[in-house]
């Protein structure tokens, strides 16, 4: 948990973005494939993007997540999401791998 506090502490930049929650499927399939082609990201599902934890509920996001990675992306993106309870509160950490089947496209 502390990585993810530290992860947390060096803000966004090109390879970490912080979603407070996934409202939009489209939208978060865009960032996906922006990491995809690039060298990769990570998400940060229930932070905000002062940084402070909101937290998600964690299976609604993961559906969220999972049917943009597969239905919206081509080529699919295979994601990796880890689940940490921080302050009380879920957050998911999505990690999107650079794509070997670039470019990647959002639909």
Not at 77 to 106: A, R, S, T
């Amino acid at each position: 948990m502390k990585r993810i506090q530290n992860i947390i502490d060096q803000g966004e930049g090109d390879m970490l973005d912080f979603k407070k929650e996934i409202s939009n499927a489209h939208r978060i399939a865009k960032t996906m494939v922006s990491f995809a082609n690039h060298h990769g990201g990570t998400l940060l599902v229930g932070v905000r993007d002062d940084g402070s934890i909101s937290g998600v509920k964690a299976e609604e996001e993961k559906y969220m997540l999972e049917k943009a990675a597969t239905t919206l992306c081509h080529p699919s993106i295979d994601l990796h999401i880890n689940e940490w309870n921080l302050k009380g509160k879920i957050v998911l950490e999505v990690l999107v791998p650079e794509g070997k089947d670039k470019p990647f496209l959002c639909h």
